[in-house]
């Protein structure tokens, strides 16, 4: 038996033993900084950007008709979505003596005593879909579609007729990619404004599920804002439109055959499709393409903070609304949120005017404004309201925070019974790369079943303030925690790298 049987049969072995809970659809497979922007069409309803798209806003009927198909829309889309074919060229690889001597090398006749051999594995070809959105040939698509690609080809419909495509750029953020084909009398998609599509508005999904050809099916918006936890920026839109593998890429269109997202992914136990489909919006694939095409990347707003969405105990606790803004956990040192003033513990409940009311909201507002906008930020702090001025930075591309046990004192008798702490000596600190900024207390036990525990205090922890009283030593944490009426305390740590809010109830 030849190598390439051998790895074969290998490759079915590991796929008899894995189970897929989540499928991305295509054949191959915070710091805030934020996320991309949305704001597509600027003053006076002109969209930004160079690419010819065609957009069209009219709202759809959503009173009732008596339509009782689909086939218009469908003969108009259907030359607007193509095939993709992603290559990735095989290499090639020595196996060793260590790889003769695998158990399964003997049992396909491979050499059972070693030796070095060469092979050459073979090319892997996966497919996609993808839409055309201007007739000078820009295509979008999914990043995992193309990535690592070598060679991508594109076949139109319904002829066949296949073209090698170019990579403009790819987004794996967003699983954005755009391509380019040199090809005339194309047949693009008219784009609409995704913000506009409603919950129960029918849609159709287009694309080659499973390479059997172009298909299309019909389902309804079933939720908008979704994430899945994938991918760094997610808002999408969701459906019952049955997608499977090989619509990645492909189309989502409402009843006037008008481009609303590009299918992504399905949430599947079986990882064929269940009825949980998610497309992207194509407010944010259409941003992505524009800036790829413009600049070759994507540039991104960066305010520099951590958040934490408020639950109703985090809102009372820090003299807001359970719904009115979202709480800085941390604020990353030289950012540009340092820079202007904001503050741990500051509750942002407004960017440039509009209304922020959960940490994903804030990440594409402040992708809406390009690095270097002077922007204007509404905060409660300490339950009074204040307005800072913050020029936002751009999102670096690597962009983090640095990561982060003498005599003991335990508090027995406090809020914060089970903890045992200690102080910060110089070799701890070295330990857990504590900026000489920092003082507090060295969490160095959690006793198991406590409060404390259950809570999520943890070993390592510094404890920097306990209901926003400052804690420089051991001696204060136990002092303060004894002093704290009402079984509750909100207790500020540093883990990590960076601040944190953890709220402690007996």
């Given amino acids: ?63 009732g008709s008596n339509l009782t198909s689909f086939a218009p829309v469908a003969r108009e889309v259907s030359k607007g979505v193509v095939n993709v074919f992603a290559t990735i060229e095989g290499e090639t690889v020595e196996i060793g ?27 892997r070809t996966g497919m996609g879909s993808g839409v055309i959105v201007s007739d000078d040939g820009y295509i979008l698509t999914n990043n995992h579609v193309i990535d690592e690609a070598d060679v991508v080809k594109v076949a139109l419909n319904p002829d066949g007729k296949e073209y090698e495509a170019e990579i403009v750029g790819r987004d794996p953020k967003t699983d ?13 998609l008219r784009l609409t404004n995704s ?84 497309a992207i919006p194509v407010n944010l694939a259409r941003n992505v393409m524009e800036e790829l095409i413009e600049d070759g990347r994507v540039r991104r707003g960066y305010l520099g903070v951590m958040l934490r969405d408020l639950t109703p105990e985090y809102a009372s606790f820090f003299e807001v609304e359970n719904d009115e803004g979202v709480l800085v956990e941390h604020v990353a040192r030289d950012g540009a949120a340092e820079d202007a003033g904001v503050r741990n513990g500051d509750v942002i409940v407004e960017f440039n005017g509009e209304k922020v009311d959960s940490s994903k909201k804030l990440r594409f507002l402040v992708a809406e404004a ?48 089970g903890v045992t702490v200690d102080d910060l000596d110089r070799q701890s600190r070295r330990t857990l790369n504590l900026p000489s900024s920092i003082d507090g207390a060295l969490v160095v036990d959690v006793e198991q079943g406590s409060a404390s525990e259950d809570a999520g205090i943890r070993v390592g922890d510094v404890i920097l303030e306990l209901n926003r009283r400052p804690v420089s030593r051991a001696s204060d944490a136990v002092e303060l925690s004894e002093e704290i009426d009402g079984g509750r305390v909100m207790v500020t740590v540093w883990r990590n790298g960076r601040t944190t809010y953890v709220l402690v109830e007996e």
């Fill in 1 to 63: 038996v030849n190598y390439q049987t051998y790895i074969a049969m290998k490759k079915v072995i590991y796929q008899v033993a894995t189970q897929v809970r989540m499928a991305l659809l295509g054949g191959i497979v915070l710091a805030v900084g934020s996320s991309l922007a949305l704001n597509l069409w600027a003053e006076g309803g002109k969209p930004r950007g160079s690419v010819n798209v065609v957009v069209d806003e009219t709202p759809i009927d959503r009173e």
């Fill in 97 to 123: 003596s260590s790889y003769g001597r695998d158990p399964l090398s003997r049992l396909f006749g491979m050499n059972p005593y070693g030796g070095t051999r060469r092979y050459q594995t073979p090319d």
């Fill in 176 to 188: 954005i990619a755009v391509l380019k084909i040199d090809a005339g009398d194309l047949s693009p």
């Fill in 195 to 278: 913000d506009g599509v409603e919950v129960g508005d029918i849609v159709l999904a287009i694309g080659n599920p499973f390479g059997v050809g172009q298909s299309l099916t019909m389902g309804i918006v079933s939720a908008k804002g979704r994430s899945s936890g994938g991918l760094q920026y997610e808002d999408f839109i969701q459906t019952d439109a049955a997608i499977n593998r090989g619509n990645s890429g492909g189309a989502l269109v409402d009843a006037k055959g008008r481009l609303i997202g590009i299918n992504t992914m399905i949430v599947s136990g079986s990882g064929g499709s269940q009825g949980v489909g998610y």
């Fill in 370 to 417: 390009d690095p270097g906008d002077e922007i204007e930020l509404k905060v409660k702090r300490r339950g009074k309201m204040k307005s800072i001025e913050v020029r936002l930075d751009e999102f670096p591309d690597e962009a983090g925070l640095a990561s982060g046990l003498g005599v003991r004192e335990s508090d027995d008798d406090g809020v914060l019974d």
